[in-house]
């Protein structure tokens, strides 16, 4: 019974690990406006999806690295996805109701954020 029970769970596994193989894993990095601590958790919880493995926003080069599967997502959709929820993207530019909808401190545009 226990014999059984192993060789189940080993085969499973197994065959969990066979399916992910086969997802290369690509890293790259694009812009992302935004100012605040508050900014970098609403960027980094956007990109907290199963096609993204790993993402980090510096807030003082505004550059998002990130690491993701690109036979399940393009960074395309990825930055429409920042863009819907307030930040502006290398590509796309959030909506004016969604970016005014940013708490206070978020609200990057027209601010100077080189110092």
């Known amino acids: 019974m226990k014999t059984n029970a192993f060789i189940t769970i080993a085969l499973l596994a197994l065959l969990s690990l066979t399916a992910f193989a086969g997802d290369a894993v690509k890293e790259t990095e694009f812009k992302v406006s935004g100012i605040c601590g508050m900014c970098k958790t609403r960027i980094e919880k956007t990109m907290k999806i199963p096609e993204v493995k790993f993402?980090?926003?510096?807030?003082?080069?505004?550059?998002?690295?990130?690491?993701?599967?690109?036979?399940?997502?393009?960074?395309?959709?990825?930055?429409?996805?920042?863009?819907?929820?307030?930040?502006?993207?290398?590509?796309?530019?959030?909506?004016?109701?969604?970016?005014?909808?940013?708490?206070?401190?978020?609200?990057?545009?027209?601010?100077?954020?080189?110092?």
Not at 56 to 76: F, G, Q, R
């Open 55 to 115: 993402s980090k926003w510096d807030k003082k080069s505004k550059m998002l690295k990130i690491a993701y599967l690109p036979e399940k997502i393009t960074t395309d959709s990825l930055q429409r996805r920042l863009a819907s929820v307030g930040h502006d993207t290398e590509k796309y530019k959030a909506a004016d109701a969604v970016y005014e909808t940013l708490p206070a401190c978020c609200l990057y545009r027209g601010v100077d954020t080189t110092h």
